[in-house]
T-cell receptor
Framework: AQSVTQPDIHITVSEGASLELRCNYS??????LFWYVQSPGQGLQLLLK??????LVQGIKGFEAEFKRSQSSFNLRKPSVHWSDAAEYFC????????????FGDGTTLTVKP | GAVVSQHPSWVICKSGTSVKIECRSL??????MFWYRQFPKQSLMLMAT?????????EQGVEKDKFLINHASLTLSTLTVTSAHPEDSSFYIC???????????FGDGTRLSIL
């Protein structure tokens, strides 16, 4: 079975500061990894995804994530946060042959201070 | 591309009524659709997985007779909350999946409020 842990429930950063949101997964084989963002009252928007290949993945809105197999991690980063980045962020893990089914972490709430 | 439309976005109804939520993939054919429930400040809870033309697979603890799922075509799945009660009030989100090496694509969710 696969699982995802997002250790930080809530993170506050100042606008313009760098951001790193942590994600640790548990899965026996090579996982499929995703980061989604959710604004209040909305669905989830895909930020980036990893299936294979280059372990540093670029996404939308200036986000990137790095797959580190040795640490079972897929942390999300952004060099300079904007006020509009305030939202809920979910990390998810899937697997080959699982027909798209993913397991989601509990989410991290990002607050951006002016 | 990969747009998923979910309708309605918000519904308020009286206790005892049934409510249908539609999930459509607009520009791709979804082999699988997922239905989630999300409580405030919490993660997504998978309710069921549906494949076109077959019965949905429900997660443990989800009442099949309460939450009826129909996946009549490759672009449409519906969730009907039957005889809804206040405890069914929640945010329901659908997602659609078409093939390997692709992520799920999410609808914008439906806020259901039962009075």
């Amino acid at each position: 079975a696969q699982s995802v842990t997002q250790p930080d429930i809530h993170i506050t950063v100042s606008e313009g500061a760098s951001l790193e949101l942590r994600c640790n997964y548990s899965y026996g084989a090579t996982p499929y990894l995703f980061w989604y963002v959710q604004s209040p009252g909305q669905g989830l928007q895909l930020l980036l995804k990893y299936f294979s290949g280059d372990t540093l993945v670029q996404g939308i809105k200036g986000f990137e994530a790095e797959f580190k197999r040795s640490q079972s991690s897929f942390n999300l980063r952004k060099p300079s946060v904007h006020w509009s980045d305030a939202a809920e962020y979910f990390c998810a893990v899937g697997a080959q042959g699982n027909a798209g089914k993913s397991t989601f972490g509990d989410g991290t709430t990002l607050t951006v201070k002016p | 591309g990969a747009v998923v439309s979910q309708h309605p976005s918000w519904v308020i109804c009286k206790s005892g009524t049934s409510v249908k939520i539609e999930c459509r993939s607009l520009d791709f054919q979804a082999t699988t659709m997922f239905w989630y429930r999300q409580f405030p400040k919490q993660s997504l809870m998978l309710m069921a997985t549906s494949n076109e033309g077959s019965k949905a697979t429900y997660e443990q603890g989800v009442e099949k007779d309460k939450f009826l799922i129909n996946h009549a075509s490759l672009t449409l799945s519906t969730l009907t909350v039957t005889s809804a009660h206040p405890e069914d009030s929640s945010f329901y989100i659908c997602s659609a999946f078409d093939r390997e090496y692709q992520p799920q694509h999410f609808g914008d969710g439906t806020r259901l409020s039962i009075l």
